[in-house]
């Protein structure tokens, strides 16, 4: 079973409205922190938020925030006021602490297009 | 300035050809890792390190070789290269915790003909 979803392949949106990229979870470890990663086409990839599972509040990082509903299992990564710069994929990825070797897994992604 | 460099960033072989593609971390990092990158399956992890001579398999460590004789450095080798290890690889590293932020190197294009 995939352990992370992220069931929109490509989105658009346009210049300065938010947009939600989706990411839903499974797993059984308690504790667990979730990540979100953006891939411009560069290709580098670049941290952007992070979530535990014990967090009482949402993660934001600037223009980014994270909507963490434990109970459904996800973690989606809301981007206020679009940039065209912001036009990438975005990985979603989760680590478990209960884990052999505590690995990153990720999700297929997101391409976001952002339009002028 | 604190990064992970990766060499080559580019690379076109042939099939059976052995090759190696360096990592190194200026971080002082226990952890470090190699990932692959295919279109839809996003990233997945071949071999991580948890500290010097201590390695283990990810989720597709088939073909795969890794070393980890020093901190710093963590080279994949990829002793009979095949067309199906065509794909974008990825150098990590990280300090210890679940919870520590991963900082990627800059990605190696792999090309086996």
């Known amino acids: 079973a995939q352990k992370i979803t992220q069931t929109q392949p490509g989105m658009f949106v346009q210049e300065k409205e938010a947009v939600t990229l989706d990411c839903t979870y499974d797993t059984s470890d308690p504790s667990y922190g979730l990540f979100w990663y953006k891939q411009p086409s560069s290709g580098e990839m670049i941290f952007l938020i992070y979530?535990?599972?014990?967090?009482?509040q949402n993660a934001t990082e600037g223009r980014y925030s994270l909507n963490f509903q434990k109970a459904r299992k996800s973690a989606n990564l809301v981007i206020s006021a679009s940039q065209l710069g912001d036009s990438a994929m975005y990985f979603c990825a989760m680590r478990e602490t209960g884990n052999a070797g505590n690995m990153l897994t990720f999700g297929g992604g997101t391409r976001l297009m952002v339009k002028p | 300035e604190a990064q992970v460099t990766q060499n080559p960033r580019y690379l076109i072989t042939v099939t059976g050809k052995k090759l190696t593609v360096t990592c190194s971390q200026n971080m002082n990092h226990e952890y470090m890792s190699w990932y692959r990158q295919d279109p839809g399956l996003g990233l997945r992890q071949i071999y991580y390190s948890m500290n010097v001579e201590v390695t283990d398999k990810g989720d597709v460590p088939e073909g795969y070789k890794v070393s980890r004789k020093e901190k710093r450095n963590f080279p994949l080798i990829l002793e009979s290269p095949s067309p199906n290890q065509t794909s974008l690889y990825f150098c990590?590293?990280?300090?210890?915790?679940?919870?520590?932020?991963?900082?990627f190197g800059p990605g190696t294009r792999l090309t086996v003909l």
């Open positions: 979530q535990g599972s014990y967090d009482q």
């Open positions: 990590a590293s990280r300090e210890m915790g679940p919870y520590n932020e991963q900082f």
